[in-house]
């Protein structure tokens, strides 16, 4: 539930999501849902939390489970609570809970929501026309539906290190934890596709998503290549030509897929000698003799600032642009401009700056600056939620607390 007026943060104003998932997919997932106006409601466990909320980087490089800025980042606008599903007492609040609710996210392995008493029938029975998203690693049926996974296994698997790196050397995994993110922001497309379903007919949806096949979605041409062909692409990393290049104060990304492509970027870096041979004509012929036009525009590029080559490269109708630092990306005009970052004032962690909307809605042909809540702290609106909720009293909260369940 934002703060903001947003239009982007009344697009889903009055959907209601239990969020029952941890660590990054599915708290991506929910926290789309969140920024574009959804009341989401965060579960964790008691004292415990979210196993996200010990991941670094921490603010001020000081651990604390209210000090996780990935944590931070994904929940923001979320309210938190704490409820032990592990308890009969806490899965009946649960079920009670999701009469409430439009939409549950859930993370935990195949057959534990199942053994818990929670699955996708019983939901539905108190709640019909619930949908819910269940996020796994391989899916919830199938050979490797038991399989534990991670970001290395998710780009092995999904087909992404085959194509990374050098064709020598190594199959290379991609940096950060994209995987994640692509998984949930599929999770998220998934969801809201099965509540226009629920809109349309009534009926809820059970959303089985498997991060393996959500990453084999993002290399399809890599896919039909080899069923048509028969033979898989070699890894290309060193296909870009000239690729990454340093300069005077940083990086700059440098490429030529045409013939003209070519010959504007030989004109930006003044290497118009190289127009001369023939060799260099084609793609494969200039990723053959990469090594030679990286020299090339390595000894043009050092005496340059990445703004002096991107001007003059982006007036030439080159392909160019800079490898933006995160410095960078907090700088650039465009997102001033179109206003993308969004600032969060947490009790714990102080001011943060993190990526604002997915997407935009344009209102009077204007964008508004996300104005979002911090991530909840541990249980910080228990007694709201289950008073609001459920009707529990100061003395019934304290019962549960003392108890364990919350």
Known sequence: ????TSPEARLLSGIRVLDLSWYLAGPFCTKLLADYGADVVKVEAPGVGDPARRLGPFASDAPGDERGLTFAYLNANKRGITLDLHTTRGRAILMEMARQFDIVVESFAPGTMKSWGLRYEELARHRPGLVLTSITNFGQTGPYKDYKASHIVFCATGCWMHGLGNPEGPPLQSA?????????????MATMA????????????????????????????????YTSTGQPRPRRSTQVVPGPTRCKDGWVGLQA????????????MDTEDLLQDPRLNTGQGRIEHAKMIRVRATEWAKDRTKQDIIHRGLEMGCTVATISTPQDVTELPVHRERRFLAQVEHPVIGKMVTPGYLFRVLENDQYRSPQWRPAPLLGQHNAEVFGEMLKYSPAGLTDLRQAGVI
């Open 176 to 188: 950060g934890w994209i995987s994640h993110y692509v998984i949930g922001a599929t999770a998220a």
């Open 257 to 268: 897929l045409s013939l003209r492509n070519w010959q504007r970027l030989c004109q930006l």
């Open 194 to 225: 099965a509540l226009l379903v629920r809109d349309a007919t009534g009926r809820g949806q059970h959303v089985d998503i498997s991060g393996q096949e959500a990453m084999v979605e993002t290399v399809a041409y890599d896919i039909v290549d």
């Open 1 to 4: 539930m934002t703060a903001s």
